[in-house]
């Protein structure tokens, strides 16, 4: 299905905050197809809130959020662009009773994705995970979790992928892995949003900077 | 996008590969189940007239405890890994992950029910197997899972967990508890109780009421 926006993402707005704890206050930004848009800012600026705020897993307490045009409020609209999106967190969000494999393969059921196998072997070959996909995910050590993890945010190919902190937990290859996959990914025409504390990870992956520090007094 | 039917068969079988693999939910109903029926086998003599009594009550206080640790302790992973907000991510509605619990944990309990009816059946030498008994459960259990995976994903997130799950599930499940406890005492005292029928409504418009309420609330507080 092909959702004619120009703006992937439109945060118009947006405030969080956590007890009275104000963490975003009025927040807006937009961005174009085939950009890698990366955040930083410093701890508890609100990296986090905001990719999850974009990614549909938290509620803003006031604004909107605009994902390739429509709105998470649609419950229609939001299982499409549900279809669309990968999600990478801090926590790996995995089955660890399950295998690699397992875990992967649920989730390209649960995406409708065809050629399966194929699919899941092109990832594990392109994350090098091919060894690891009869072992549980509790055997995994953290960099590979952060792998799977990733293997799983692109079984849909996905228009837009989030990620907090894409680089944490991986070691020099997978940084290397993950910020090839990420230009290659822009220079198809498709989008990455994530949050980073590593200034050599942001350089080589986005070509758009958002610095939280500049919407402190915003 | 995939129909609802076989995005729930998914989720299904997703879950019941894991409970094959860990075990932790059935043990744990069986086991708590059968420990609570056990002491109160050792506390009470062979006295038909006791168990008479209160042989339904005993059956249920096991059920309804084991059940609620049980159910704590199925959602716990979900909440620790974080799994389930991998599904809110994904294009999944939310309805159908309450449902998806809701028909494992109904197919778990009543597995550890059969066990448990069973093993209660000798040891308070009671005769339960009745058609009226398993529709009775049936309807039981449709509610009972229904309501208690709905408050056990809310109380997964809390740190006294199993407490505030009981506190919340038992006063909600008292219709469908008193409508089997009545039914079971039909059975045990082979009572041809006329107002089954009414008990049986009552336990299925519960079942109707909850299972439409939770989904639509379920939606609602996952979202926050």
């Given at each position: 299905?092909?959702?004619?926006?120009?703006?992937?993402?439109?945060?118009?707005?947006?405030?969080?905050?956590?007890?009275?704890?104000?963490?975003?206050?009025?927040?807006?930004?937009?961005?174009?197809?085939g950009n890698s848009v990366g955040m930083i800012g410093k701890n508890g600026s609100g990296?986090?809130t905001i990719l999850k705020i974009s990614c549909g897993l938290l509620k803003p307490d006031?604004?909107?959020?605009?994902?390739?045009?429509?709105?998470?409020?649609?419950?229609?609209?939001?299982?499409?662009?549900?279809?669309?999106?990968?999600?990478?967190?801090?926590?790996?969000?995995?089955?660890?009773?399950?295998?690699?494999?397992?875990?992967?393969?649920?989730?390209?059921?649960?995406?409708?994705?065809?050629?399966?196998?194929?699919?899941?072997?092109?990832?594990?070959?392109?994350?090098?995970?091919?060894?690891?996909?009869?072992?549980?995910?509790?055997?995994?050590?953290?960099?590979?979790?952060?792998?799977?993890?990733?293997?799983?945010?692109?079984?849909?190919?996905?228009?837009?992928?989030?990620?907090?902190?894409?680089?944490?937990?991986?070691?020099?290859?997978?940084?290397?892995?993950?910020?090839?996959?990420?230009?290659?990914?822009?220079?198809?025409?498709?989008?990455?949003?994530?949050?980073?504390?590593?200034?050599?990870?942001?350089?080589?992956?986005?070509?758009?900077?958002?610095?939280?520090?500049?919407?402190?007094?915003? | 996008?995939?129909?609802?039917?076989?995005?729930?068969?998914?989720?299904?079988?997703?879950?019941?590969?894991?409970?094959?693999?860990?075990?932790?939910?059935?043990?744990?109903?069986?086991?708590?189940?059968?420990?609570?029926?056990?002491?109160?086998?050792?506390?009470?003599?062979?006295?038909?007239?006791?168990?008479?009594?209160?042989?339904?009550?005993?059956?249920?206080?096991?059920?309804?405890?084991?059940?609620s640790i049980a159910m704590v302790k199925f959602f716990y992973h979900e909440e620790q890994?974080?799994?389930?907000?991998?599904?809110?991510?994904?294009?999944?509605?939310?309805?159908?992950?309450?449902?998806?619990?809701?028909?494992?944990?109904?197919?778990?309990?009543?597995?550890?029910?059969?066990?448990?009816?069973?093993?209660?059946?000798?040891?308070?030498?009671?005769?339960?197997?009745?058609?009226?008994?398993?529709?009775?459960?049936?309807?039981?259990?449709?509610?009972?899972?229904?309501?208690?995976?709905?408050?056990?994903?809310?109380?997964?997130?809390?740190?006294?967990?199993?407490?505030?799950?009981?506190?919340?599930?038992?006063?909600?499940?008292?219709?469908?508890?008193?409508?089997?406890?009545?039914?079971?005492?039909?059975?045990?005292?082979?009572?041809?109780?006329?107002?089954?029928?009414?008990?049986?409504?009552?336990?299925?418009?519960?079942?109707?009421?909850?299972?439409?309420?939770?989904?639509?609330?379920?939606?609602?507080?996952?979202?926050?």
């Amino acid at each position: 299905m092909k959702v004619n926006a120009k703006k992937v993402l439109s945060l118009n707005n947006i405030s969080k905050s956590y007890q009275n704890n104000l963490v975003i206050n009025n927040f807006s930004i937009d961005f174009n197809y085939g950009n890698s848009v990366g955040m930083i800012g410093k701890n508890g600026s609100g990296k986090s809130t905001i990719l999850k705020i974009s990614c549909g897993l938290l509620k803003p307490d006031s604004g909107n959020v605009l994902l390739m045009g429509k709105s998470f409020d649609s419950t229609e609209d939001g299982l499409l662009i549900k279809s669309r999106m990968g999600v990478v967190l801090h926590e790996e969000m995995l089955y660890p009773q399950l295998t690699v494999f397992e875990n992967l393969n649920f989730y390209s059921k649960i995406l409708g994705i065809k050629n399966v196998n194929t699919k899941i072997e092109e990832l594990s070959t392109l994350l090098k995970l091919s060894d690891y996909l009869k072992i549980s995910v509790s055997k995994l050590s953290n960099g590979n979790k952060k792998r799977v993890s990733f293997a799983k945010s692109l079984l849909n190919d996905p228009d837009i992928l989030f990620a907090d902190e894409p680089e944490s937990n991986l070691d020099d290859k997978g940084k290397e892995i993950v910020s090839k996959i990420f230009n290659d990914r822009r220079k198809r025409g498709l989008t990455n949003f994530f949050s980073t504390h590593s200034k050599i990870f942001l350089e080589k992956c986005s070509n758009q900077l958002i610095n939280l520090k500049d919407f402190e007094n915003a | 996008m995939l129909n609802w039917l076989k995005v729930l068969s998914i989720l299904i079988k997703k879950d019941i590969k894991i409970e094959f693999q860990t075990k932790e939910t059935l043990i744990t109903l069986c086991l708590f189940g059968l420990l609570i029926i056990t002491v109160f086998s050792l506390s009470t003599e062979n006295n038909s007239l006791i168990n008479q009594n209160f042989g339904a009550g005993i059956l249920w206080s096991s059920v309804i405890f084991a059940g609620s640790i049980a159910m704590v302790k199925f959602f716990y992973h979900e909440e620790q890994n974080k799994t389930l907000q991998s599904l809110l991510v994904m294009p999944v509605p939310s309805e159908l992950i309450l449902f998806s619990k809701s028909i494992v944990f109904f197919l778990f309990l009543s597995i550890s029910e059969i066990i448990i009816f069973l093993i209660s059946s000798v040891l308070f030498n009671l005769n339960i197997f009745s058609l009226k008994l398993i529709l009775g459960c049936i309807v039981f259990n449709v509610g009972y899972s229904v309501v208690g995976s709905f408050f056990g994903v809310i109380s997964s997130k809390s740190s006294s967990k199993e407490i505030l799950l009981t506190m919340l599930l038992i006063p909600i499940i008292t219709p469908i508890l008193m409508f089997i406890i009545a039914t079971t005492n039909d059975v045990i005292r082979s009572e041809l109780n006329s107002n089954f029928q009414t008990w049986l409504g009552v336990g299925i418009s519960f079942d109707i009421i909850f299972l439409t309420l939770m989904s639509y609330l379920f939606g609602k507080i996952i979202d926050d």
